[in-house]
């Protein structure tokens, strides 16, 4: 019998308008030429491919979601689709992509000055200024609000003090999204503040000897009596709501991307299904490897059948922050659990970077864990459920 391809199974194509079916074609086109054949190469080395930022660019893929101001403004289902290809790379191309468009870029539209707007979103948009967003702490993960990284007026500028850890694309960065407590302020507000590379007291070490993520850059943000100018405030920010805020964003995303990568370890499944003999025959001919196979593909379909219809809530204002977390906890809970099946079906060889199962395997822990915990997924819907605070 004829195969049918995974699509099929939920007929996602007749979902999609013809140009959220090109976007996703064109960033497919773009991952299988110039980024699948060296992503080994760089998880490998530990190092992110830089030189093609600014065909990431020229694509329209940074910030794209934002309208004006140089971005493409694509509507929700085209920016989960862009996402999805590119996680379909990598889990670290994904994050570059979301930390640029749904993190740095969107906290300055949503949250800048027209002036910030102006100066930074064109310049992002094309590459040119790479962007981090500085929430976590050494001690402060889970729990933003009891950061220690403090803002203090004096004169014309802003001094920051502490330190931000775990921070994707920092070491890179051009210019840190921070967030910090306002020490003027009675309440101590979470605020958000733009520090520039060449700031004094600004440093961005490497975070190495990652067994996850490998081909991304991650790195700590140290502010040691770090002066910026008080027009780098993001005026419209107020509270930890205003990071939170662009959590969702983000968060959203993931739930997309991870969609990618799960694709990507039932591929490659599949085809050494097809091609691996045991005991005489291909071993997906064997009931228990298309159980696997099966389990894979449904998860899959279901996913992104989620995907489509949060996104189309999302399009018209309605996706509340606790949707966001049922698609981020179960989106990335099954696409670790589909790239372990394909490791596993491809044995001894699934350990081997020759396949993509095992990579995926182990960026999905970082998915796992960032951008809010599973547990603390779970501890959202678990509040919007029973009303009850179990944080
Ligand atoms: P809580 O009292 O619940 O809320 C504080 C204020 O925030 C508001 N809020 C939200 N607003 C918008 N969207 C949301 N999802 C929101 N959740 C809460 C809330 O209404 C309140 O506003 P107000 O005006 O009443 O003050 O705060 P809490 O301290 O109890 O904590 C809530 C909790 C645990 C859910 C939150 O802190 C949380 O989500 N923790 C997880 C932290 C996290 O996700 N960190 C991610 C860091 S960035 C990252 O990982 C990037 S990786 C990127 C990559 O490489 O791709
Ligand atoms: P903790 O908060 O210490 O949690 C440890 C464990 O305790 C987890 O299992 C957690 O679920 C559990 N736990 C915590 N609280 C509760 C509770 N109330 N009930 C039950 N269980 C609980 N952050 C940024 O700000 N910007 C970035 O760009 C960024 N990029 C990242 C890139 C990578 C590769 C990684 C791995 C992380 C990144 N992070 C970034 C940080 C990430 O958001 C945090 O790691 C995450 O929020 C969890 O914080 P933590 O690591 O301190 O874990």
Same mark, same amino acid.
């Given at each position: 019998m004829? #195969? @049918?391809?995974?699509? +099929? ?19 497919? %086109? ?27 660019a ?24 862009i996402? %999805? ?5 990598? $889990?670290? /191309? ?13 906290? @300055? ?6 002036? %910030? ?18 929430l ?7 729990? #933003? ?19 931000k ?22 309440? +101590? ?17 490497s ?16 502010l ?17 709501? $205003? *990071?939170?805020?662009?959590?969702? %964003? ?27 003999? +045991?005991?005489?025959? #291909?071993?997906?001919?064997?009931? /228990? ?10 998860? @899959?379909?279901?996913? +992104? ?15 509340? *922050? ?24 491809h ?9 993509? *199962? ?26 919007a459920?029973?009303? /009850?605070d179990?944080?």
């Open positions: 004829e #195969p @049918i391809a995974l699509d +099929q199974l939920t007929d996602i194509d007749s979902m999609l308008t013809d140009d959220e079916r090109l976007t996703r074609d064109t960033v497919r %086109q773009f991952v299988a030429e110039k980024y699948l054949p060296i992503v080994g190469e760089h998880f490998e080395a530990h190092t992110f491919p830089d030189h093609l930022v600014s065909e990431i020229g694509l329209g893929l940074l910030g794209a979601s934002i309208k004006g101001y140089g971005c493409a403004g694509v509507n929700a289902v085209t920016y989960g689709l996402l %999805q290809e590119l996680e379909y790379g990598d $889990s670290g /191309l994904r994050s570059f992509v979301s930390v640029q468009g749904s993190l740095a870029m969107y906290a @300055i539209y949503r949250f800048g000055s027209e002036a %910030q707007r102006q100066h930074w979103l064109p310049r992002m948009a094309r590459g040119e200024a790479i962007s981090c967003f500085g976590t702490e050494p001690d402060s993960g889970s729990d #933003p609000g009891a950061m220690r990284t403090t803002a203090r007026p004096d004169g014309d500028a802003y001094v920051l003090n502490g330190s850890m775990w921070i994707t694309n920092s070491p890179v960065c051009d210019v840190a999204v921070v967030w910090a407590k306002l020490a003027a302020d009675d309440h +101590q507000t979470v605020r958000g503040f733009l520090v520039e590379r060449d700031t004094p007291g600004f440093d961005t070490p975070i190495l000897r990652k067994m996850s993520m490998r081909a991304s850059h991650t790195g700590e943000i140290v040691s009596d770090c002066r910026i100018p008080k027009e780098n405030l993001l005026p419209a920010s107020r509270g930890l709501g $205003s *990071p939170l805020a662009c959590l969702n %964003q983000a968060r959203f995303g993931v739930s997309w991307g991870v969609m990618g990568a799960a694709r990507a370890c039932f591929d490659s499944a599949l085809d050494y299904s097809r091609s691996r003999v +045991q005991f005489g025959v #291909p071993i997906g001919s064997k009931q /228990l490897i298309q159980e696997h196979l099966v389990d894979m593909a449904v998860e @899959i379909a279901k996913g +992104q059948l989620m995907n489509v219809h949060f996104a189309r809530l999302k399009d018209e204002g309605r996706l509340t *922050p606790y949707q966001v977390s049922m698609a981020k906890k179960n989106n990335v809970r099954q696409a670790l659990a589909i790239a372990r099946k394909a490791r596993s079906i044995g001894a060889s699934g350990i081997s970077l020759e396949h993509a *199962p095992i990579r995926h395997l182990l960026n999905l822990e970082s998915v796992y864990t960032y951008e809010g915990t599973d547990e603390i997924h779970t501890l959202v819907l678990g509040r459920l029973t009303g /009850l179990a944080f």
